[in-house]
């Protein structure tokens, strides 16, 4: 992106920012009956035969790709990317994120990031890669980035041992509605997916798929501070434009999550011993629009009114992480961030699949 957008976007955002003080939350988050993470450790387990018999304890570090949902953007409110409390590799201490989780049954465990930075940094934070506005043609970038900083003296310890990798990559793509299409997705997954394969060995890979965007729309409506803050941010043409649009993104998301599955099924076909990708589709069915309107504006943020809140990240992370013990297809697929279902306890026969 050119640096002038780069410029002009923040400046936005630091605007809308300042609007937001008005936008208080009705709503308690963790909400009532939330359980926190509370499993027996394990015995450390011993290297695993390959990649389908990984159990928590064998994660040596947890990277993530993506987009600002895995930047953390404007999660907690504020104009920044919260990497510390991403679901998926968030460090912050006592966050409820699967990178905690895991540190559980090896306290060693790296590639964690904890704090905030600064919206658009390609630099990334511990192994979070995921880049704000990215596209999944920009994930070959990430990858790249990644594999440098893996290959630094700090993460020599863990970069050939196995790694949890999860990709949350698409929201982008399909709020380019009229220009992107499901076989130039497919194309540029299988690129990128090629690519973590060649470069990064032992790695398990969770690969998410998408929810909705257009649900969120019905959410900018009820709200006097949304109407103005999102075509401010205008952070995605389709959501903003009409229904017609809409529909079109919502249809293309849908395409999008089946070549996601196809592409996925063609890796895991491989056998590869040493790689796999999954697919984690703990948020595809989660229905902003089921909510009433004073409950699903906290569902997202205060200051975007678009991406995930804190409390939807919490929701995001036991979603996924049940999921990650569950076989293809008994995963759940409509996760409810207002009522969480308790993280699962692992056992000594489980294994990440
Ligand atoms: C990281 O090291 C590997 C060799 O272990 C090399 O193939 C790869 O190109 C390096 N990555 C970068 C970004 O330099
Ligand atoms: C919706 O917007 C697009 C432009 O983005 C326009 O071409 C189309 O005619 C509009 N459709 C309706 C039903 O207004
Ligand atoms: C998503 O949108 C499509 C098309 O509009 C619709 O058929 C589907 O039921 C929606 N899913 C959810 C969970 O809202
Ligand atoms: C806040 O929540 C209470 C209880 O759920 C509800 O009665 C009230 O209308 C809500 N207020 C706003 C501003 O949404």
Redo the contacts with the bound molecule.
Sequence with gaps: MARRTAVFVFAAIVAVAVLSGSA?A??TCPPPGFSPFSCPSLERPPEPQDVLHLKPGNIAAVMALGDSITAGFAMQDGPLEYRGTVYSTGGDDGAFTIGNFLSHYNPDIKGRAKGETIPLTKAGKGLNFAVSEARVRDVPGQIQRLSAKLNSSEYADVKDKWKLLTIFIGANDICECKSMTADQFRTQLTEALTMVHQTFPKTFVNIMTIFNISNVWDVKKDRLYCQAAVPILHECSCLEANATNRQRMDDLGMAVNQVTREVAAKFAALKDPHFTVVVQPAVEDVALDKYP???V?DLLSDLDCFHPSLCTDQGFAVGVWNNMFTPPSQKKNNIDPLKPPKAYCPTANDYIQ
């Design positions: 208080a009705n709503f309107p004073s409950i504006q």
